[in-house]
């Protein structure tokens, strides 16, 4: 029943974006909106819906880092790792999340609810320390206010 | 301290009449609007620095009935976030760039690359899109912006490889020659430019190239805007005038006790205090895509220089043999170096090997990794042994 259910959502995101190779990153990036993460089921299913390789799609997805192959959360917190927010205390932000969440840096929560990762500069530097949640970005990171901003979260 | 020894302009982020723009243009020949570029002596915004007008005039001369103009708004390099800014606060202006070049080269379809990092923005440039597209109606011009998104990848800001992933592959840079102006995207000729740079040529247009030149120095014209992050008081986003020395700009912007200002982010040059005076930051000096990065006497320039390696040998994209091995090399090289595994005269090594890498790598990645490690590893030995 479920293979039913992902080939549906892949033949509607292929009817909105298209059939041609330039569609596929489209695809692949709606896909990581819905599920979170490609896996290796949606990526065959991609492959037939687009006629190429199911190794042309894992070779393009593997390249880029937001579209992970790998089970994440609903809620993916990418914090930047480069210099200006590891200056500015990059660290402390990291360590306090782990603590709330009680997670390692790589993990996903047991409830997959959230995965914690790192990321190159994500454009924020004079902001230091950011970090993104999904799509949104949280700026000028202090401990208290990385753990305002997951107890909304945790909520949701 | 004062604000005197850099010129702060306001350019990029004035509100601009583009009907206005638009209306002119269209008096113009295409040729015309190349010509007034080349005149202006506006060079690429993003780091490299090509003459603008001359890449217009490149696509302009190829005879194809499809051509492409793209906006470069994958801004990953470490320390720059101005064209966010640029995205965010004047988008039409930069719609209104790339109608420009569209008139200029004969395209009909225009891309603009945007960052995942970034996706945010998309509901608000989607919405200034449908205005634009009416315009376009309007001026019965035939050309249509689309919007594609990036996925967390630096090396897909280098041009070849931003093709390969609109084109919905891995962003792998191509072989140069040919040059996009002749085969880009979809193998068609290709104009790239960076956010900033569209927005400039719109100003060029509105007010001709003479008042832009009046600003700069006779290598680096008219202005720039900087992102400007590290040990500042002052973090954030400024437009200045080109042809300033490093000095002026830390007596500006620094906190009393810099002693280094890395200049272009990680691909780009470690600026130690004793440099300062001499260093013009632009096409004579060292050219930045406007990412400043101040450090003071508590930073450790190991650290910084660590965190850029760790930085590409992720970005890497892993193609070609001398930056994929190459910047692996060099990060284990220096944590050797550190850990005292290998003694001081292997940073020598370690400075061919880059030396090696920018002769050899296939793309600006692994041509410019050598930029930051030799500048750093040069002026701050101690630092990078003990």
């Known amino acids: ?73 609903k809620y993916v917190i990418r914090i930047c790792k480069t210099i200006s927010c590891a200056m500015k205390g990059k660290n402390e932000i990291l360590s306090t999340i782990e603590e709330i969440l009680k997670l390692n ?30 799509d949104t970005p949280y700026t000028e990171l202090t401990p208290e206010k990385v753990t305002e901003i997951l107890r909304e979260y945790i909520k949701k | 301290m004062s604000d005197t020894h850099v010129k702060r302009v306001d350019h990029i982020f004035k509100k601009a009449n583009c009907r206005e723009v638009l209306e002119k243009i269209m008096d113009m020949k295409p040729d015309d609007i190349c010509q007034e570029l080349l005149e ?34 994958d801004e990953g390099e470490p320390g720059t976030f101005k064209d966010r800014e640029i995205l965010d606060q004047v988008p039409e202006k930069v719609f209104c760039g790339m109608a420009v070049a569209s008139r200029a080269i004969g395209a009909k379809m225009g891309y603009i690359y945007l960052r995942g990092e970034y996706k945010f923005l998309i509901p608000m440039l989607n919405e200034e899109l449908l205005k634009f597209h009416k315009t376009m109606d309007e001026f019965n011009l035939n050309f249509r912006i689309q919007i594609r998104l990036g996925s967390g990848a630096y090396i897909c800001g280098e041009e070849s490889a931003l093709f390969e992933s609109i084109e919905g592959k891995r962003g792998e840079p191509r072989n140069k020659p040919p040059y996009p102006t002749k085969s880009g995207l979809f193998g068609k000729p290709t104009v790239i430019n960076n956010v900033e740079t569209l927005v400039y040529t719109v100003m060029i247009m509105r007010y001709g190239a003479a008042h832009f030149k009046e600003l700069g120095t006779k ?62 930051i632009g096409f004579e000096g060292v050219p930045t895509g406007g990412s400043m990065k101040l450090f003071n006497s508590t930073r450790s320039m190991y650290n910084l220089l660590h965190n850029y390696l760790d930085f ?17 090399q060099l990060l284990k090289g220096v944590e050797a170096v550190k850990r005292g595994d290998k003694n001081s005269k292997y940073l020598e090594e370690l400075v061919k090997l880059a030396k090696t890498m920018k002769r050899a790598s296939k793309c600006g990645l692994g041509q410019s990794v050598g930029n930051a490690f030799g500048s750093i590893v040069e002026n701050f030995k101690e630092e990078i042994i003990y």
């Open chain 1, 1 to 73: 029943m479920d293979t039913i259910i992902e080939n549906e959502l892949v033949r509607e995101l292929a009817n909105q974006h298209g059939r041609t190779r330039e569609s596929l990153i489209p695809i692949l990036q709606d896909l990581v909106v819905h599920k979170r993460f490609l896996s290796k089921q949606d990526m065959v299913d991609v492959a037939r819906e687009l006629n190429i390789s199911a190794a042309d799609v894992y070779g393009t997805a593997t390249f880029y880092t937001f579209l992970d192959t790998e089970l994440r959360g």
């Open chain 1, 105 to 134: 840096l790589g993990e996903t929560t047991p409830d997959r609810k959230f995965s914690l990762l790192e990321a190159n500069c994500i454009g924020w530097c004079h902001k230091a320390p950011a970090m993104l949640i999904n």
């Open chain 2, 40 to 73: 202006s002596d506006l060079k690429g915004r993003g780091g490299a620095g090509f003459p603008t007008g001359l890449k217009w005039r490149f696509a302009a001369n190829e005879e194809d009935p499809v051509k492409y103009i793209i906006c470069n708004a």
């Open chain 2, 219 to 280: 290598d680096s014209r008219g202005s720039k805007v900087f992102s400007v992050s590290g040990d500042t008081p002052k973090a954030g986003i400024f437009e200045l005038e080109l042809g300033m020395s490093v000095d002026e700009f830390v007596q500006d912007f620094g906190d009393g006790d810099t002693k280094a200002v890395q200049v272009g982010g990680a691909s780009g040059f470690c600026v130690p205090r004793k440099k300062f005076e001499e260093t013009i």
């Open chain 2, 312 to 328: 590409f040998t992720e970005e890497s994209c892993g193609q070609c043999t001398p930056c994929r091995v190459g910047c692996q």
